[in-house]
């Protein structure tokens, strides 16, 4: 616990809430919802804690099967000849009737593979008796697992880490007398074929294919340091391909090393869709080799220094009123209850963002739907991307929190895997001559056509949502470069995609320019002019305008195309926002996505322009009490967490915090890792989404684009809006009075820190406007109720 003197003043006790922790270990019957996690983007570790047969549950995020490693004509679900002249009839029919379907543009989708588990480090210190004084924590500050006991009267102390600058995981045992002998091994349960374990140098390799006649090559070293041992000393044994080092030492070293022949960059026709890069073994071995040099210390300043640097810039403190901090927080995210425990929310704010930095690292894949940490062979969905809420939750808050360095592994996936498949797709589905598409589901190998008949994957507009974390992230870091090399081509190709798609309205005949055929994410019917949609162009093709010169052709499209586009904003007949062009919402249809209200949270397109416009803000909120709180259908926390940051957007402090409250009691397992319907399967972005829910409720940043447009199109050359106004506390609950949050970086690149009172009203701020590009607006500050702050 620390206390925050503020003028002299002693104010509440703010909640240290940096670590997860447990008097009792985890269980290896339910690994995923009572290990702690560790990662370095790659590779995945979850120490269960158990004294004497430890098993620490591996990953590597790229080892999947399926794909060209099973089937070399492997297409990404694409077809062998183009669908593309269905369209005309699709849409004639979709005109005449309202509704159709898209039937003839359904695919096959073998080979689409899956991602699964690598193994198990076993760590046996044989029978244990009793141990006392156990304790087990995962620090999120440093990425740092510890677990200690007594046993006899001998302290053991474990300790482990995954290490982002040495790409290895790292495992110490430590006595302060004299460690038991210790067994290590390295297992998985393949059979088809077995992978080769081998014992060399003090050094377990495990080195196996996933298919028989293919497959992706996999390879797993743990190799085993006993400092002051004799550096002749071998502890292998060969029969059972085991590292056997004696009793009597007083520390003991493992490193884990590991990797897949997966190349992400060979995913493009010049590579024949090979996705196959070289034997990971030698590359394996160097890296463990190298790192099992350096002495434990030196690996372990290395990763606190890299660790830290990316946690720490950030901090958020809310009170801990009922001193949570001096119980087991396994034991409070399991009894955590409405009205909630604000230590319990900052706990698990702070653990989104450690998730995404152990699972989202240059080099490393975006995190899946498991982040990277699954401990079976058919994870649930496949543990696959899905793009219709979860893989953009994952990437909600990153920006504003300090972590947009980390956001390239979704950049390079984009562009090695969507793009080139998806460019394909976009020929032979939709007969799109440039550009690219894909659908809701994709795995690692350029998945981006249809499934069959799985409604819910074949949603296309996908590429149109991740374009907005590009903006996003240009937005934040105003990286020009950036932005020229990496973030305009997905925005510009995905433009020119739709561009091509909009057709005039032939059903209301209103002269304007709709996408038929259209399906919302998981719900309802195929029709025409899905607002979802709207709102998404809308959003992308003003970005597009307010950072292209006038000359670029895109831009001149964009800008006739744009004052045509059948609005993303349509206010029905009992007042909601409409899910489609069609007023057919039902109300009281309590569907887990919010697909209409994309526009208003996380997209921009309503909430930017329109959210002093009381007719809009009641529809919105007219339609979130009519999908009700996220527990009718499936029960699932992404929901709630969505629907948390919408209400947070109309300032509705009490609904935001209730929904929130809610998702924490109904989808948070003893390890805080988020429960799909409330138990098992384990699905990452809840968690991630978490942050996205608490910033909302922080600050309020509008997208400026909308108004830079409009200063555009009325004489003003640059677009340059007088002002950048933002809101800092606009929805704190009041249980979280008294708190502070430091690093919060707003759009135009600077960041702000500030603290509020009792009532949640920010009284004070600091503002660094670094960062900021020439010609950028000047920044004013606001607080709850309107009143003006000077930073
Ligand atoms: C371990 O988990 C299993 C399955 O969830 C449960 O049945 C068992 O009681 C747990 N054991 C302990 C010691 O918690
Ligand atoms: C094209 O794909 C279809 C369906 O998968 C298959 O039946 C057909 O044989 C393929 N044709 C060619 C020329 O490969
Ligand atoms: C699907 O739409 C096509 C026209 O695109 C139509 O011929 C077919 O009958 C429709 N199928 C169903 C089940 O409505
Ligand atoms: C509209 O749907 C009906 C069936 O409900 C079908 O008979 C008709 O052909 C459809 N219209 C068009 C233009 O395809
Ligand atoms: C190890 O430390 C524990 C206290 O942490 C103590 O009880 C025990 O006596 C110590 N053992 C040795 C051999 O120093
Ligand atoms: C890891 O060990 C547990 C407990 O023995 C076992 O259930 C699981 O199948 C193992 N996982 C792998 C990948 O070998
Ligand atoms: C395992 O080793 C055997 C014998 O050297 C070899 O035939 C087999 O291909 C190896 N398996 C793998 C998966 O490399
Ligand atoms: C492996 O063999 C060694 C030496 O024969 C033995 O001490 C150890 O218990 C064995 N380990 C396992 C897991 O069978
Ligand atoms: C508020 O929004 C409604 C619905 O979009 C619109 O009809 C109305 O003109 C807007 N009011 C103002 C003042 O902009
Ligand atoms: C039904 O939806 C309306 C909004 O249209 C809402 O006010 C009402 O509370 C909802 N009723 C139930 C039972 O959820
Ligand atoms: C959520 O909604 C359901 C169904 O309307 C209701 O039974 C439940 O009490 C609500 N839960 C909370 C915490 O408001
Ligand atoms: C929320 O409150 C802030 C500060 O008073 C205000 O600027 C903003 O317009 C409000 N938003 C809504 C939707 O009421």
């Known amino acids: 616990m620390r206390l925050t003197v503020v003028s002299g003043l002693l104010v509440l006790p703010l909640a240290a809430a940096k670590s997860l922790w447990s008097d009792s270990p985890g269980n290896y019957s339910s690994i995923i919802t009572t290990a702690f996690p560790l990662g370095n983007g790659r590779l995945g570790a979850m120490p269960i804690g158990l004294p004497g047969k430890e098993i620490v549950n591996l990953n590597v995020d790229s080892l999947w099967r399926g794909g060209p490693f099973e089937n070399p004509a492997y297409t990404g679900g694409n077809p062998n000849v183009s669908k593309a002249d269905a369209l005309p009839g699709i849409r004639e029919w979709i005109f005449q009737?309202?509704?159709?379907?898209?039937?003839?543009?359904?695919?096959?989708?073998?080979?689409?593979?899956?991602?699964?588990?690598?193994?198990?480090?076993?760590?046996?210190?044989?029978?244990?008796?009793?141990?006392?004084?156990?304790?087990?924590?995962?620090?999120?500050?440093?990425?740092?697992?510890?677990?200690?006991?007594?046993?006899?009267?001998?302290?053991?102390?474990?300790?482990?880490?995954?290490?982002?600058?040495?790409?290895?995981?790292?495992?110490?045992?430590?006595?302060?007398?004299?460690?038991?002998?210790?067994?290590?091994?390295?297992?998985?349960?393949?059979?088809?074929?077995?992978?080769?374990?081998?014992?060399?140098?003090?050094?377990?390799?495990?080195?196996?294919v996933t298919a028989p006649t293919i497959g992706m090559i996999y390879n797993a070293r743990a190799t085993v340091v006993v400092p002051g041992a004799k550096s002749s000393s071998n502890y292998c044994s060969p029969n059972n391909a085991t590292v056997n080092v004696p009793k009597g030492h007083r520390e003991v070293l493992l490193i884990f090393a590991a990797g897949t022949d997966y190349d992400a960059s060979k995913g493009n026709a010049a590579a024949g869709f090979s996705f196959r890069g070289e034997d990971p073994y030698r590359q394996v071995l160097q890296t463990a080799t190298s790192a099992a040099k350096k002495s434990y210390s030196a690996l372990k300043s290395a990763h606190l220094k890299d660790f830290q640097a990316l946690s720490g810039t950030f901090e958020l403190s809310l009170p801990d009123p009922n001193n949570s901090s001096s119980k087991p927080t396994t034991e409070l995210i399991n009894s955590y209850t409405l009205p909630g425990d604000p230590f319990v929310e900052n706990l698990l704010f702070d653990y989104g963002r450690y998730l995404f930095i152990s699972s989202s690292r240059p080099g490393s894949l975006p995190p899946n739907l498991q982040g990277l940490w699954t401990e079976s062979y058919s994870p649930a969905w496949s543990g696959d991307y899905h793009a219709n809420i979860n893989l953009q939750m994952a990437h909600w808050a990153v920006e504003q929190t300090g972590l947009g360095d980390l956001t390239e592994p979704l950049w390079r996936y984009i562009t090695e895997t969507w793009m080139p498949r998806g460019a394909e797709t976009a020929e032979l589905l939709y007969g799109a001559s440039s550009g690219w598409v894909t659908h809701d589901e994709m795995n690692t190998f350029g998945h981006t056509a249809m499934k069959n008949d799985a409604q819910w994957a074949n949603y296309p507009v996908s590429n149109a949502w991740l374009a907005h974390h590009a903006w996003d992230h240009f937005d934040y870091?105003?990286?020009?470069?950036?932005?020229?090399?990496?973030?305009?081509?997905?925005?510009?190709?995905?433009?020119?995609?739709?561009?091509?798609?909009?057709?005039?309205?032939?059903?209301?005949?209103?002269?304007?320019?709709?996408?038929?055929?259209?399906?919302?994410?998981?719900?309802?019917?195929?029709?025409?002019?899905?607002?979802?949609?709207?709102?998404?162009?809308?959003?992308?093709?003003?970005?597009?305008?307010?950072?292209?010169?006038?000359?670029?052709?895109?831009?001149?499209?964009l800008s006739k195309t744009l004052p045509h586009l059948s609005p993303g904003l349509i206010i029905g007949s009992w007042s909601q926002i409409q899910e489609w062009k069609l007023d057919l919402d039902t109300r009281n249809d309590t569907h887990r996505h919010l697909s209409n209200l994309y526009g208003w949270y996380p997209g921009s397109s309503i909430s930017s322009p329109h959210a002093t416009n009381r007719t809009v803000t009641d529809a919105i909120a007219t339609t979130l009490y009519s999908r009700g709180n996220g527990t009718e259908d499936q029960n699932t926390g992404w929901a709630k967490v969505w629907r948390s940051a919408c209400w947070a957007g109309l300032n509705e402090t009490v609904n935001a915090y209730a929904e929130l409250a809610l998702a924490v009691q109904e989808n948070f397992g003893p390890n805080g890792l988020s429960l799909y319907g409330g138990s098992v399967p384990f699905q990452a972005d809840a968690n991630f989404g978490v942050v996205g829910a608490v910033l909302e409720m922080l600050v309020r940043d509008k997208d400026l684009s909308y108004a830079r447009l409009d200063a555009a199109q009325n004489g003003g050359v640059g677009g340059k809006v007088q002002v950048q106004e933002i809101v800092l506390g606009p929805a704190i609950p009041e249980a979280w009075g008294g708190g502070q949050v430091s690093g919060v970086r707003v759009r135009g690149g600077g960041r702000v820190s500030f603290r509020w009172d009792a009532e949640g009203v920010v009284d004070w701020c600091e503002f660094e406007g670094a960062g900021r590009g020439e010609g950028l607006e000047e920044v004013s500050f606001f607080v709850k109720g309107g009143g003006a702050i000077q930073c």
């Not at 304790?135 to 290490?163: H, M, P, W």
């Open 97 to 208: 009737n309202g509704t159709g379907n898209v039937t003839a543009l359904y695919g096959d989708f073998p080979d689409y593979g899956s991602y699964q588990v690598l193994g198990n480090l076993t760590i046996d210190l044989g029978d244990m008796g009793a141990v006392s004084n156990y304790r087990r924590s995962l620090d999120l500050e440093s990425g740092v697992y510890l677990d200690q006991f007594k046993t006899g009267n001998v302290d053991i102390t474990r300790e482990a880490f995954c290490s982002f600058p040495d790409q290895v995981c790292v495992y110490r045992l430590a006595s302060n007398r004299s460690l038991p002998a210790i067994t290590f091994g390295l297992e998985n349960q393949l059979s088809s074929p077995t992978p080769n374990v081998t014992c060399q140098g003090n050094s377990i390799s495990l080195y196996g």
């Open 477 to 557: 870091t105003q990286d020009a470069a950036w932005y020229e090399e990496t973030g305009y081509p997905i925005l510009a190709g995905v433009a020119e995609f739709w561009v091509s798609q909009l057709v005039a309205d032939e059903y209301f005949h209103d002269g304007t320019l709709v996408v038929n055929p259209c399906n919302s994410p998981e719900h309802g019917p195929t029709t025409f002019g899905c607002t979802h949609y709207h709102q998404l162009l809308t959003e992308l093709f003003t970005h597009l305008l307010t950072t292209r010169p006038k000359t670029n052709t895109l831009h001149t499209t």
